[in-house]
């Protein structure tokens, strides 16, 4: 019976005979579909056609010459500079540098002091300034509005500078999810901002539509909203946690919920995408299961290839998705 199973019971059999058989097959013959056997949704799962290869993974606790917070390192978001990984961890005040090939023998550090670096939701690189960004979510100000916060640091990740970007979120949750650099030619370096659309998740629509804030420094030196991007309806996600921008406008947006990646590509001085993009999405287990449930941050290391971090599990989230939490994930685009 199980030989029944699948999209061929509804060519086979009459309508109403492949509708019940359908039904029992979902039901529990053993066939899998994308929303029950991933996690992800299905319309997510529809358009998530190509897998992320994994070319090589680490703990970030196995990585660091000593450990912290009883060693939790809920990973938020990452940039590659200089043959290194910048971490930064939303419960520990500290950023983490790690070197790339995630050797074991050379123990990364602790870059900034204690308290300096707690609760940021990202973190960016501008090679030109030659200086990072990182951004606290959302914080609560006067009638209800929350504002998130740029930090500017110096490479060994003292404060330049800070600032709020003047947009107002929902919430201290509803924020900035990423951050990123977007080189512009006779314009240098532009900061822009990844959130959710206001409104949210449109009926009848799949995943929430994403929205880019495009930066401005202002005299009083906060951060101006100079212009809104939509992502594109294919980059639509349950959620989204991170964002990244290379030399050449490749874009990847990460989302932890469908456990999956949008790459598409920036034309920046135009301020448009080129074309729907890609889905790709994280490997699975042997039953098709998610595993790579908390993916928090994402940055370019080539053209095909990407290093991802990814936040500590929670406790509702199944057993298999606690392999994967802490880490330093290296995947290449097939």
Same mark, same amino acid.
């Given at each position: 019976?199980?030989?029944?199973?699948?999209?061929?019971? +509804?060519?086979?059999?009459?309508?109403?005979?492949?509708?019940?058989?359908? !039904?029992?097959? !979902?039901?529990? =013959?053993? =066939?899998?579909?994308?929303?029950?056997? /991933?996690?992800?949704?299905?319309?997510?799962?529809?358009?998530?056609? /190509? %897998?992320?290869?994994?070319? *090589?993974?680490?703990?970030?606790?196995?990585?660091?010459?000593?450990?912290?917070?009883?060693?939790?390192?809920?990973?938020?978001?990452?940039?590659?500079?200089?043959?290194?990984?910048?971490?930064?961890?939303?419960?520990?005040?500290?950023?983490? &540098?790690?070197? *790339?090939? !995630?050797?074991?023998?050379?123990?990364?550090?602790?870059?900034?002091? &204690?308290?300096?670096?707690?609760?940021?939701?990202?973190?960016?690189?501008?090679?030109?300034?030659?200086?990072?960004?990182?951004?606290?979510?959302?914080?609560?100000?006067?009638?209800?509005?929350? &504002?998130?916060?740029?930090?500017?640091?110096?490479?060994?990740?003292?404060?330049?500078?800070?600032?709020?970007?003047?947009?107002?979120?929902?919430?201290?949750?509803?924020?900035?999810?990423?951050?990123?650099?977007?080189?512009?030619?006779?314009?240098?370096?532009?900061? %822009?901002?990844?959130?959710?659309?206001?409104?949210?998740?449109?009926?009848?629509?799949?995943?929430?539509?994403?929205?880019?804030?495009?930066?401005?420094?202002?005299?009083?030196?906060?951060?101006?909203?100079?212009?809104?991007?939509?992502?594109?309806?294919?980059?639509?996600?349950?959620?989204?946690?991170?964002?990244?921008?290379?030399?050449?406008?490749?874009?990847?947006?990460? /989302?932890?919920?469908?456990?999956?990646?949008?790459?598409?590509? +920036?034309?920046?001085?135009?301020?448009?995408?080129?074309?729907?993009?890609?889905?790709?999405?994280?490997?699975?287990?042997?039953?098709? &299961?998610?595993?790579?449930?908390? %993916?928090?941050?994402?940055?370019? !290391?080539?053209? *095909?290839?990407?290093?991802?971090?990814?936040?500590?599990?929670?406790?509702? *989230?199944?057993?298999?998705?606690?392999?994967?939490?802490? /880490?330093?994930?290296?995947?290449?685009?097939?």
């Amino acid at each position: 019976m199980g030989s029944l199973c699948g999209v061929a019971v +509804l060519k086979v059999f009459p309508k109403w005979v492949g509708a019940v058989l359908a !039904l029992w097959c !979902l039901g529990g =013959c053993g =066939c899998q579909t994308p929303s029950s056997s /991933s996690g992800a949704s299905v319309e997510q799962a529809k358009r998530g056609s /190509s %897998v992320l290869r994994l070319v *090589q993974e680490r703990p970030i606790a196995a990585l660091l010459s000593r450990k912290d917070d009883e060693g939790r390192l809920e990973a938020s978001g990452v940039a590659a500079v200089d043959g290194h990984f910048y971490v930064v961890l939303d419960n520990v005040g500290h950023v983490a &540098r790690l070197t *790339q090939d !995630l050797e074991v023998n050379a123990p990364g550090v602790w870059q900034s002091k &204690r308290g300096q670096g707690q609760g940021y939701e990202a973190l960016a690189w501008a090679p030109k300034a030659g200086r990072f960004y990182a951004v606290i979510e959302a914080v609560k100000r006067k009638k209800k509005k929350h &504002r998130a916060i740029i930090h500017a640091f110096t490479p060994e990740f003292e404060l330049l500078e800070q600032g709020e970007i003047d947009f107002d979120f929902k919430g201290e949750n509803k924020g900035v999810e990423g951050l990123a650099v977007v080189n512009i030619e006779g314009q240098g370096e532009v900061l %822009v901002a990844l959130c959710e659309a206001p409104g949210g998740q449109k009926k009848g629509k799949a995943g929430q539509p994403g929205l880019l804030l495009v930066l401005k420094r202002t005299q009083a030196g906060d951060w101006a909203v100079e212009r809104r991007l939509d992502l594109p309806k294919e980059a639509r996600f349950a959620d989204f946690s991170d964002i990244a921008v290379d030399a050449e406008g490749r874009v990847a947006v990460v /989302s932890q919920e469908d456990s999956a990646m949008w790459v598409g590509k +920036l034309d920046a001085d135009a301020w448009r995408f080129e074309g729907p993009g890609e889905v790709h999405r994280f490997p699975t287990d042997a039953q098709g &299961r998610m595993i790579y449930c908390n %993916v928090e941050g994402v940055s370019w !290391l080539s053209p *095909q290839r990407v290093v991802v971090v990814s936040d500590r599990a929670k406790r509702d *989230q199944p057993a298999r998705c606690r392999t994967k939490e802490q /880490s330093v994930h290296i995947f290449d685009l097939l």
